[in-house]
């Protein structure tokens, strides 16, 4: 239904003070710092984990040279959806409005809507994290992800905890301990801690702290003394638990925004009523391949 005069009533008067919205501002976009971009020309992207070989043995005077074989584990998909939206408004609404451009205020919204509908979706990667399958059979935070070698890894506390010093200190010990699907120490490290804003103070005094955090003691601060991250915290504003954190570290792999369909938009007037119509059009997939690239807690 196109939107008419009835539904902007005080705008058709030419002696008010102001029209104002709400929301006058966008904030910046959140998942460009936390998931890397690339484009598809697919229907959908698929991702295959390839192990490669164990370690090499010694070998005896005169003895065979062992031999070893790696291969594929799993697979990853993307498949992209579709974000789409459009409004429309009557010709008079347009012609008899005193105030503003309905068409450029509502474009806005149109543009903010599927900017909206981005921001979501990557955040809920985070807020699914404990609740959602993805590639390797377990959820993104789990204790048991598996490995090639038999047996399992772990990217979230066996306790989950609230964010602290010393949470923040053993899941980096995690990070650091992390291993392959061979089950060898790979060099991983951290590099951002994503928090929503009930964390955003927490996580300045954590990582700023010269002596350690809320403490008498004259300790040093080993987080902020050693630099373990490389990159400044990120504020995902759309996490949904105010107790859940994150640390993004940098296996390759990681997460990931494809985008199938760059913005398509365009606006027409209908022949037969004079209705401007305008629509919007996107079609993307997020995601995330390699746990590794993730360690963290959705609080106690």
């Not at 710092?33 to 484009?39: G, M, Q, S, T």
């Not at 900017?115 to 985070?126: K, L």
């Not at 296996?251 to 606006?267: D, H, I, N, S, V």
């Not at 997939?285 to 590794?292: A, F, I």
Request: charged share 20%; glycine share 8%.
């Amino acid at each position: 239904m196109p939107m008419n005069r009835s539904q902007f009533p005080k705008e058709l008067e030419n002696d008010l003070n102001a029209v104002w919205s709400a929301q006058e501002r966008d904030y910046p976009l959140d998942w460009p710092k936390i998931f890397d971009k690339k484009n598809s020309t697919r229907a959908f992207e698929e991702q295959v984990l390839r192990v490669g070989l164990n370690v090499a043995p010694i070998k005896s005077e005169g003895a065979a040279i062992a031999e070893d074989e790696g291969g594929e584990f799993w697979t990853a998909r993307y498949t992209h959806v579709t974000v789409a939206l459009m409004f429309s408004l009557t010709q008079e609404a347009l012609e008899d409005n005193q105030y503003s451009s309905l068409g450029a205020f509502y474009t806005g919204e149109l543009m903010r809507a599927l900017r909206e509908a981005e921001e979501i979706a990557a955040a809920n990667v985070f807020n699914e994290a404990t609740s959602t399958t993805i590639g390797d059979g377990v959820t993104l935070l789990s204790t048991s992800h598996p490995l090639w070698a038999g047996g399992t890894y772990s990217n979230t506390l066996s306790v989950a905890a609230d964010l602290s010093e010393s949470a923040l200190e053993d899941t980096c010990i995690q990070v650091m301990n992390a291993v392959n699907d061979r089950g060898l120490p790979m060099p991983l490290m951290p590099k951002n801690i994503i928090i929503g804003n009930a964390n955003a103070f927490n996580v300045h005094r954590i990582l700023n702290s010269v002596q350690r955090v809320g403490t008498s003691d004259n300790d040093t601060n080993a987080i902020r003394s050693m630099g373990l991250f490389s990159g400044e915290p990120i504020n995902l504003r759309r996490l949904t638990d105010t107790d859940a954190w994150f640390v993004k570290t940098d296996a390759p792999m990681g997460l990931q925004f494809f985008t199938r369909k760059a913005l398509e938009k365009g606006g027409q007037e209908d022949f037969r009523t004079g209705n401007y119509e305008y629509k919007a059009r996107k079609r993307w997939s997020v995601g995330v391949t390699n746990p590794r690239a993730v360690f963290g807690s959705m609080g106690a």
